[in-house]
């Protein structure tokens, strides 16, 4: 989750963000759809999109945004699809908006979007 600067496109910020918290870079990357964040408190939009083809980073790259600061000592950890609903079951994996996005991108590739 990241901010898309002015000018910025938002394809190339998912990439960017992608690759400063997991320290992967997408083949391809594509946009699936638009949320609002909490609508009737704020007018925050969540982009939501779909990487594919990834690569490992020698090293993640360092964040530009100073409030990045709990991207410092973030650990990254592996989740197969297939383990995402027990994960969310025993409330390992408890972002709402993260189990949304995952619920989503699978939804679009399987319906020949993506």
């Known amino acids: 989750m990241g901010k898309v600067a002015p000018g910025q496109q938002p394809e ?6 992608l690759a400063e918290e997991t320290g992967f870079t997408p083949r ?17 939009l969540m982009q939501v999109f779909r990487a594919e083809g990834l690569s490992e980073l020698a090293a993640k790259p360092p964040s530009d945004d100073p409030d990045d600061v709990e991207e410092q ?17 025993s409330g390992r ?7 949304a996005a995952i619920h989503l991108a699978l939804d679009f590739g399987r319906l020949g979007k993506g």
């Open 12 to 17: 190339d910020a998912a990439a960017a963000e």
């Open 73 to 89: 000592e973030m650990t990254v950890v592996r989740l197969p699809l297939s383990r995402v609903g027990e994960a969310v079951e």
């Open 28 to 44: 391809r990357i594509e946009r699936v759809c638009t949320l609002l964040a909490c609508p009737g408190w704020m007018d925050q």
């Open 93 to 99: 994996l408890r972002d709402a908006r993260s189990i």
